[in-house]
């Protein structure tokens, strides 16, 4: 698919807005490719998520879905059996495999599960496979001291997938919208030395910042409230906040409540909260 997240995301609040039952359901088994292990689902599941018995009918439901979206994208998938395209290739690939259990899976497109991130229809997930090995090293990491533990965990994804995985979730800084990548800092909301092997894996305890509010957040002058506006420390002075361009309405452009459960960590811990 030649379109990008921000504009499936527009086509599926467009279609949301139908009363249609088959609308409403195609959001229904959407949502529940998403959060199926590796984005991966059987027609099986796609008819469970929409209340259907027969798996025939929930493949061919998730196809219509995807052909109604397909006509508010104006997009025609290559894929076509006997001349008619196979319209679910809109939202999907095909995996290259049967699961294990023999079924055939279809596999959610990168640009479509960013776009349900985008409209705050799923909370974000991260990949199994990084939350598995970690977990596989948490024994070996409950014996390493806090500074080898952080240099394991780091070299496994401190800059490496968790910075890939929170540039593929925000696309840009997580307050401003500065996109070019290369200047922006992968910042954990609550520090390292404070998480357990999930909480350092997990996306929403991280902000894509540039590295002026990289730094204000790191060391506690600024935070960010429930709603994701910004909290200035007594301790920064006006002229401050003037030369490291930080504003007062700034906000993080979007707050998932998971967010909050680690920023309350920050403003509790590491916010300066006093003068």
């Known amino acids: 698919m030649t379109h990008n997240?921000?504009?499936?995301?527009?086509a599926l609040k467009e279609l949301s807005t139908s009363s249609s039952k088959k609308i409403q359901n195609g959001i229904k088994m959407l949502k529940a490719n998403y959060r199926a292990e590796d984005r991966k689902i059987t027609a099986i599941q796609l008819a469970k998520a929409a209340g259907y018995e027969n798996y025939m009918t929930g493949n061919e439901q998730?196809?219509?879905?995807?052909?109604?979206?397909?006509?508010?994208?104006?997009?025609?998938?290559?894929?076509?059996?006997?001349?008619?395209?196979?319209?679910?290739?809109?939202?999907?690939?095909?995996a290259d495999e049967t699961n294990i259990n023999g079924h055939f899976t279809w596999v959610l497109k990168d640009q479509v599960a960013e776009a349900l991130e985008e409209l705050k229809w799923v909370?974000?997930?991260?990949?199994?496979?990084?939350?598995?090995?970690?977990?596989?090293?948490?024994a070996q990491l409950d014996t390493l001291s806090e500074k080898d533990r952080e240099i394991t965990i780091q070299a496994r994804i401190g800059q490496g997938l968790f910075r890939s995985?929170?540039?593929?979730?925000?696309?840009?800084?997580?307050?401003?919208?500065?996109?070019?990548?290369?200047?922006?800092?992968?910042?954990?909301i609550k520090p390292w030395r404070d998480c357990s092997v999930s909480e350092?894996?997990?996306?929403?305890?991280?902000?894509?910042?540039?590295?002026?509010?990289?730094?204000?957040?790191?060391?506690?002058?600024?935070?960010?409230?429930?709603?994701?506006?910004?909290?200035l420390s007594p301790q920064l002075?006006?002229?401050?906040?003037?030369?490291?361009?930080?504003?007062?309405?700034?906000?993080?452009?979007?707050?998932?409540?998971?967010?909050d459960h680690f920023l309350q960590h920050h403003r509790k811990h590491i916010f300066r909260k006093y003068s």
């Open 123 to 138: 909370t974000p997930i991260a990949p199994n496979n990084v939350i598995t090995d970690l977990e596989m090293m948490q």
């Open 62 to 94: 998730y196809g219509s879905f995807a052909h109604e979206l397909s006509l508010v994208l104006q997009h025609t998938p290559e894929q076509q059996k006997n001349g008619v395209p196979i319209w679910t290739y809109t939202i999907c690939t095909a």
């Open 200 to 231: 350092a894996i997990d996306m929403t305890n991280g902000l894509l910042l540039t590295p002026n509010l990289d730094t204000a957040f790191d060391k506690g002058y600024i935070s960010f409230d429930r709603d994701g506006l910004i909290m």
């Open 5 to 10: 997240s921000t504009k499936i995301a527009q």
């Open 165 to 188: 995985r929170l540039i593929h979730h925000w696309k840009s800084c997580s307050v401003t919208g500065f996109d070019n990548t290369d200047f922006l800092v992968a910042s954990h």
């Open 237 to 259: 002075t006006s002229n401050d906040v003037e030369k490291l361009n930080i504003s007062p309405t700034m906000t993080l452009r979007w707050c998932f409540p998971q967010h």
